[in-house]
């Protein structure tokens, strides 16, 4: 079994922890109340494991393959999340969705055959610090939106996962930084670059899971699937010298099989988002804030008319 192939397969099984981790998260952010961190919930602690289990996996990934084929790959996270979320919890998804990840995986197929052999090159000590200063001004300017836009609950999730995402995203640079230097630096001298990899690795966690508040599940997650490779692979091809076969040509055939499956992970978040639309005006007819019928009294209870007048005294 040569490298690529290994990445490959360990890719895979880090897409299915990070796939249940997502949704465990979901279900606890719909229960958690008005607690920022639920620490005292088990089942957050089970995505925090899975969430564990997946950033293992990838590592060794990133250990035997490039970042531009390593964290496209994690988009397979919300493709893997559609059946697991249908079986695990009886989220059904419709044809949409299914196209979806249809195209989802056709355009990482593309990406997955025009990939090329892992770049010899990495950063220096100056760019690495200039890329933790780039990284930690663009994780706090989205947190600082998202806060700002605390009143709009999607574009909320929407920017607190894109911080995830650029958080997930860098932690794999560095992540792929310590794991070619291990035989050149040792493990004490790059307790640095292992500082800044747990740092990104937990505000990217809570990040994520602040993310799925009052945003369901495939608004953020598609946000953080996409914006994660995206940073890392332009880090990769910036910093690294990594890149695509058949040169220009594969470059450009790479970017259309990104569009492809960003195109699939936007019907995906689409046929969602209709779903919860669908489920909340369904809650709202049935507690009588539907438009159909009579409006009714707290009590469940049709609203009393004006007091009958007096009858008159003979």
């Not at 997502?22 to 089970?46: L, Y």
């Not at 293992?56 to 994690?74: D, E, F, M, R, S």
């Not at 059904?92 to 995986?105: D, S, V, Y």
Request: one cysteine or more; charged letters at 10%.
């Amino acid at each position: 079994m040569n490298d690529l192939t290994l990445s490959l397969l360990m890719c895979l099984a880090s897409a299915l922890a990070y796939a249940g981790a997502a949704i465990v998260q979901e279900r606890v952010a719909e229960e958690q109340g008005p607690a920022f961190v639920p620490w005292r919930r088990p089942a957050w602690w089970g995505a925090v494991a899975l969430n564990g289990s997946g950033a293992v996996l990838h590592v060794l990934a990133l250990a035997y393959g490039p970042l531009t084929l390593v964290q496209p790959l994690g988009a397979l996270t919300i493709v893997f999340a559609l059946p697991m979320a249908a079986l695990l919890v009886g989220r059904k998804a419709g044809a949409t969705a299914w196209r979806g990840a249809l195209m989802a995986t056709v355009g990482l197929a593309g990406l997955l055959a025009l990939t090329g052999s892992p770049g010899n090159g990495g950063p220096d000590a100056t760019e690495r610090t200039l890329l933790v200063i780039v990284t930690g001004a663009t994780v706090c300017v989205l947190a600082g939106a998202a806060l700002a836009a605390h009143r709009h609950p999607a574009v909320r999730g929407g920017l607190l996962a894109a911080a995830g995402g650029v958080a997930f995203g860098i932690a794999s640079v560095f992540t792929k930084i310590v794991t070619q230097a291990l035989g050149s630096r040792g493990l004490l001298g790059q307790i640095p670059d292992l500082a800044v990899v747990a740092v990104l690795a937990v505000g990217g966690l809570l990040l994520s899971q602040a993310s799925y508040r009052g945003a369901g599940l495939a608004a953020p997650l598609a946000t953080v699937t996409v914006v994660n490779p995206v940073a890392a692979a332009a880090v990769g091809i910036a910093l690294f010298g990594e890149g695509f076969r058949f040169g220009t040509t594969g470059t450009v055939l790479a970017l259309g099989c990104g569009v492809v499956a960003a195109g699939g992970l936007i019907l995906l978040t689409t046929e969602r988002m209709r779903t919860h639309a669908t489920a909340s005006e369904r809650r709202q007819t049935a507690s009588g804030g539907g438009g159909g019928g009579p409006p009714r009294a707290p009590g469940g209870r049709p609203p009393r008319g004006p007091p009958a007048p007096p009858r008159p005294k003979n």
